[in-house]
């Protein structure tokens, strides 16, 4: 049974109107970011506006549908942190509140697992910001608070084994843990710089999200990604993320190309870059945090000059045969949601 909220956070769930208007700000941003990820295409392996990726159990709708329905989660985060320093109990109550938006985002996707990565990343991140009285807090302090909220132990953790962890575990990587206990250095050494980068040299935004996408998935440890293909699949994201980045990105024409082929690959291995997905949400939600923004700018992806999901799909059955040829090694298969 999931244990009962805390007295501050009953007190919220039961009377929306204590929520303040900084907090729902913060949430807002942090669904927004969420949507905004999601929609961005093409992306590969992941869902977006063409189709699922290498997923079976997710959609856009219900990526859409999962980050409404966590939103409420995020602002009694956000309050529950307003003006507050990092503690062991608030550690606590954060995580409990981290539970209760898990089972929230199951019960809206009927059991898939669409946000539990960013959940964890995301409730950092505001919590990291309602600490501060501006409304535009820099990116880097933020991140700085989040990591010292995440150096407290859960100590009412139920004793289970995420994928997550155990993979971590298994490849001696640092995973959605390691990363927020580094200050989320993907986020801000990576993503950050490439995306204002992109939009300094005058790029779309879908241009400037996804060469941000794709400079985290050229050097991120993707714990989605060994678990469902091990690190000879993580190689593959690596090396395609780069070779797009080499060609100048993915609004020049060869790295157009080179992304279809990417997406191709990894379709082919059934692999999908979530945690990447997730370090770029939280780079679009502090980059809103950082320019004062009321709401993150809403995608607008257009798939032209880039394969539909259906053409990638082709591709990929046309290739089944030869691949198979290629290889007579049996692959090891993982089971579970991701």
Partial sequence: MMPVLSNVVRSTARNPANSTAAARRLARLARQALIAEAELTPKPGLVDRRGVGAHTDLSLDIMRRSAVAIEPYFCRMAILSKGARPSQSMREQLALIGRHAEHAMLEATCGSNSHKGAIWA??????????????????????????????????????????????????????????????????????????????????????????????????????????????????????????????????TPLGKRRLNQFERRLLNLNVSPGGSADLLAAALFLDAVERRQNDVEPDESVAEGFQSQAAVSQGRADSSQSLAEVSRTPTEVFHGTH
């Fill in 122 to 251: 995301l409730g950092l991140l505001v919590s990291a910001a309602a600490m501060y009285d501006e409304d535009g807090a820099r990116a880097t302090a933020v991140a700085v608070k989040a990591k010292d909220i995440a150096s407290f132990e859960d100590r009412a953790m139920p004793r289970l084994v995420s994928h997550g962890d155990a993979v971590a575990r298994q490849y001696g990587v640092a995973g959605a843990r390691g990363e927020a206990l580094c200050g989320f250095p993907h986020v801000m050494k990576l993503a950050l710089p490439m995306l204002r980068r992109r939009r300094q040299q005058g790029a779309m935004e879908q241009i400037a999200r996804l060469d941000a996408l794709l400079s985290v998935m050229s050097r991120l440890d993707d714990t989605c990604v060994l678990y469902r293909g091990g690190a000879a699949a993580l190689a593959t994201a690596k090396e395609g993320a780069l070779a797009v980045e080499a060609a100048g990105g993915s609004a």
